[in-house]
């Protein structure tokens, strides 16, 4: 408990944009979020009052952090399962907490306990050796996806395997490696969407708008609230499907649940046990953000609703330029604030390099093609310093 303000202390592992942005509703409940970081310069780092320099694999540092608040929590899933467990039998409020965790640190774990509940996925097995991708892809034609089971994010540590000999070039070298690893079939899917609901440590439950997410390159670029054209019952199947598996897990905190939209139906695809990309939308378009949602949760306050503000909100991702813009980050935004004075800006304070996600833009509005056309623009102009539609500012 923090005496200053008798307000309990939330300490988050890790210190990137999730914990920034945790940090940002964390200002306005009063609360005093510490924040576990590996740098000082790290995007939580550079604003958060209460910064602890040290690395989520330090079992000493972990429990050093956690000693000097209430409840710990996680801007990503990255930290081993075996120290939250020996913080939790130390006394440690640890939420999520380990066993639901591990659903979301290990696929293999996921697709082994989702399946046992009946909750729908593609189909999946582990993979060991070659002849165990070999036999996946004749059972259900090539081509496969080949994941690895830990650590894998943005697209890194997904495979497509076209055939046998593709297969027996790959899964030994990952192996040798000690990448663990399964194989999915890979799904004829009409688009991507994401449930993201929040749990309380005695089972209250809320859930947002279902999602369409946009991705290029394994990489999710867009974000439509809510999904265009989602039938009602697929969105209370999903919204169903979501809060069944945070029950089920047992999680406590935001949860996001990524899906496949397919012909026969939705499939769930992965999870994470914290706020998600998928969410970020829900800080200008939801009444409640996925932020403050988050830390309500681990605190055990009520949950808050869930409505959008606008017909429909548009996250855009600004993600970094091949090569360095000839324009600094502050001039960006002074001429996108000048031609696009309702754009919501999220930046991260992280330096810029090809592909990173350096932040996001909203916008809220009627037209949904309008809104996503100009959240391309401007997403573009903040990390490229020129507009899409040819029109440049010199």
């Not at 697709?111 to 993979?127: D, K, N, W």
């Not at 495979?159 to 070298?173: C, G, I, N, R, T």
């Not at 695809?269 to 200008?284: I, K, Q, V, Y």
Request: hydrophobic share 40%; with cysteine.
């Amino acid at each position: 408990m923090d005496k200053r303000t008798g307000l309990p202390i939330v300490g988050m592992v890790g210190g990137g944009q999730l914990a920034r942005m945790t940090h940002q509703a964390a200002i306005a409940l009063g609360q005093s979020l510490r924040v576990l970081a590996a740098d000082e310069n790290d995007s939580a780092g550079l604003v958060a009052g209460q910064v602890v320099l040290g690395r989520h694999t330090d079992l000493d540092k972990l429990r050093e952090f956690a000693s000097t608040v209430d409840v710990l929590t996680f801007d990503h899933e990255h930290v081993p399962g075996e120290h939250l467990q020996t913080l939790t039998y130390e006394g440690v409020v640890v939420r999520p907490g380990p066993d639901a965790l591990l659903h979301a640190q290990d696929k293999l774990v996921m697709r082994e306990r989702l399946s046992s509940t009946g909750i729908p996925g593609p189909a999946f097995a582990r993979v060991s050796d070659v002849d165990d991708l070999v036999a996946f892809g004749g059972e259900y034609s090539w081509p496969v996806v080949l994941k690895a089971a830990r650590g894998g994010y943005d697209g890194r540590g997904v495979w497509v395997v076209d055939s046998a000999e593709e297969a027996a070039k790959l899964v030994p070298e990952l192996l040798a490696a000690g990448t663990p690893l399964l194989v999915e079939q890979k799904v004829a899917m009409r688009r991507e969407l994401a449930a993201l609901v929040a749990r309380s440590p005695f089972g209250q439950g809320a859930a947002w708008p279902v999602v369409e997410t946009v991705q290029r390159n394994g990489i999710n670029t867009e974000v439509l609230a809510p999904a265009p054209g989602l039938s009602n019952e697929k969105w209370q199947q999903a919204q169903d499907l979501a809060l069944r598996i945070a029950a089920e897990l047992e999680v406590v905190g935001v949860l996001a649940v990524e899906l496949f939209e397919t012909d026969e139906g939705l499939l769930v695809n992965e999870l994470a046990m914290r706020p998600h990309n998928s969410g970020h939308w829900t800080m200008d378009g939801a009444r409640t953000s996925q932020f403050e949602q988050h830390l309500r949760a681990v605190l055990d306050y009520p949950l808050g609703t869930t409505d959008l503000l606008a017909p429909h909100c548009v996250m855009a991702n600004v993600l970094g330029a091949p090569e360095s813009p000839r324009m600094g980050p502050d001039e960006r935004v002074h001429h996108l604030f000048a031609r696009y004075p309702d754009v919501k800006v999220h930046l991260y304070g992280k330096g810029e390099r090809p592909g990173r996600k350096l932040g996001h833009v909203n916008l809220l509005g009627d037209d949904l093609d309008d809104l996503r056309h100009r959240g391309k623009l401007a997403a573009h102009w903040l990390s490229h310093a020129e507009w899409l539609d040819g029109h440049q500012i010199h």
